[in-house]
């Protein structure tokens, strides 16, 4: 079975017509029968040094093409900066056990297939927290904690919320 439509964000294909290159057994397609020529550092194949090296990375790692567009809006952002980028997994490691994440556990639960599509599976996955955990981390959030009023009622005859305003 083929498929000729895509998802992905890259096609621009729209009322192209594709040609085939053959070179020696190998079928190249391309939207262009003739092939760049660039005369950088790159080589005669990448318009850039950055180019090159984001088509190897890309290909080396197999890096779908939704997570590619996330870095690209990450190196593109006036506020990145390269010299900041960690050079270490481990540094980005323990960024990640320094933040105030809460731990979550994971069950089964069982389907009622009745009345539900064919393909349905008869156990789904579910995730939950402690909500212990989760107000204790919001009690001790030092963002937050000077924000929140831990005083005596105040009855007020027009109801408000505290964080509309002063009481």
Same mark, same amino acid.
């Given at each position: 079975?083929?498929?000729?439509?895509?998802?992905?964000?890259?096609?621009?294909?729209?009322?192209?017509? *594709? =040609?085939?290159?053959?070179?020696?057994?190998?079928? @190249?397609?391309?939207?262009? /029968? $003739?092939?760049?020529?660039? =005369?950088?550092?790159?080589?005669?194949?990448?318009?850039?040094?950055?180019?090159?090296?984001? *088509? $190897?990375?890309?290909?080396?790692?197999?890096?779908?093409?939704?997570?590619?567009?996330?870095?690209?809006?990450?190196?593109?952002?006036?506020? *990145?900066?390269?010299?900041?980028?960690?050079?270490?997994?481990? =540094?980005?490691?323990?960024?990640?056990?320094?933040?105030?994440?809460?731990?979550?556990?994971?069950? *089964?639960?069982?389907?009622?297939?009745?009345?539900?599509?064919?393909?349905?599976?008869?156990?789904?996955?579910? @995730? %939950?927290? /402690?909500?212990? %955990?989760?107000?204790?981390? $919001?009690?001790? %959030?030092? =963002?937050?904690?000077?924000?929140?009023?831990?005083?005596?009622?105040?009855?007020?005859?027009?109801? $408000?919320?505290?964080?509309?305003?002063?009481?």
């Amino acid at each position: 079975m083929s498929d000729n439509s895509s998802n992905s964000d890259d096609d621009n294909t729209d009322g192209v017509n *594709f =040609t085939q290159i053959t070179s020696d057994s190998k079928k @190249y397609y391309d939207v262009d /029968s $003739i092939l760049p020529g660039y =005369t950088d550092d790159s080589g005669p194949y990448f318009p850039s040094l950055t180019a090159m090296w984001m *088509f $190897i990375w890309f290909t080396k790692n197999s890096i779908g093409t939704h997570a590619y567009h996330e870095l690209v809006k990450i190196i593109c952002h006036p506020k *990145f900066k390269a010299d900041e980028v960690p050079y270490s997994v481990t =540094t980005l490691k323990k960024i990640h056990k320094g933040l105030p994440l809460l731990p979550f556990t994971g069950k *089964f639960v069982l389907i009622d297939l009745k009345n539900t599509p064919s393909k349905t599976l008869p156990l789904k996955e579910t @995730y %939950n927290f /402690s909500i212990k %955990n989760h107000i204790s981390r $919001i009690i001790n %959030n030092p =963002t937050l904690m000077p924000k929140m009023y831990f005083g005596p009622g105040v009855e007020k005859k027009e109801r $408000i919320e505290i964080w509309h305003g002063d009481l």
